[in-house]
């Protein structure tokens, strides 16, 4: 089966540790891109990255990293300086094609206890 | 940049009832609109969209339209089914690699 897989799908982590959420895609898409989403305001551009080794900030890329070292992977770190870190994160792929569709994984939800 | 607008941010409708949900968006250079469904607790899902050479774009039971001159577009849900309810998002996508989501609207199919 072709498509995005997100891991863990939970996660709680204490305050001060960094944590790191997989997403591996199938679908040999070159763009791949991280958003959070918070109840009532949508879906919130971190990163994306539009090929290997290079990667671009998004509307809200404060305290969180992402490394693109191979096509199919594109990791994100929530880092210990990011101030309110629970959220439901969504990761997405696209062919740089015509189409346009951003194909989603199921998401990570984060809890910072 | 761009900014898109979402209304409303709740809607309940009676089973069998047509339900519409509307976007504007503010970058006249934007040419591309989807619409993602997402059910609780799973991934966002497109289930229609429209470019901006079309004015109007039907699947079944839904529907979009595009106003470009107005810079607004719409979706339309008729004879709607409890499995209709869900969170829907528009977005709007000028080329590039970024694409502007709305705040999402929660919609409740009454049985």
């Known amino acids: 089966d072709g498509g995005i897989t997100q891991s863990p799908k939970y996660l709680f982590r204490k305050e001060g540790q960094n944590v790191t959420l997989s997403c591996e895609q199938n679908?040999?898409?070159?763009?791949m891109y991280w958003y959070r989403q918070d109840p009532g305001q949508g879906l919130r551009l971190i990163y994306y990255s539009q090929i290997v080794n290079d990667f671009q900030k998004g509307d809200i890329a404060e305290g969180y990293s992402v490394s693109r070292e191979k096509k199919e992977s594109f990791p994100l770190t929530v880092t210990s300086a990011q101030k309110n870190p629970t959220a439901f994160y969504l990761c997405?792929?696209?062919?740089?094609?015509?189409?346009?569709?951003?194909?989603f994984g199921e998401g990570s939800r984060l809890t910072v206890l | 940049g761009e900014n898109v607008e979402q209304h409303p941010s709740t809607l309940s409708v009676q089973e069998g009832d047509s339900a519409v949900i509307k976007c504007t968006y503010s970058?006249?250079?934007?040419?591309?609109f989807p619409w993602y469904k997402q059910e609780l607790g799973k991934r966002p899902q497109l289930i229609i969209d429209i470019r901006s050479n079309v004015g109007e774009k039907k699947d079944q039971r839904i529907a979009v339209t595009l106003n470009k001159t107005a810079k607004h577009f719409s979706l339309h849900i008729t004879e709607t089914q409890p499995e209709d309810s869900a969170v829907y998002f528009c977005?709007?996508?000028?080329?590039?690699?970024?694409?502007?989501f709305g705040t999402g609207t929660s919609l409740t199919v009454i049985p």
């Open positions: 679908l040999n898409h070159d763009a």
């Open positions: 977005a709007a996508h000028r080329g590039g690699n970024q694409f502007y």
């Open positions: 970058d006249s250079a934007s040419n591309y």
């Open positions: 997405a792929s696209r062919d740089r094609g015509v189409t346009g569709e951003l194909f």
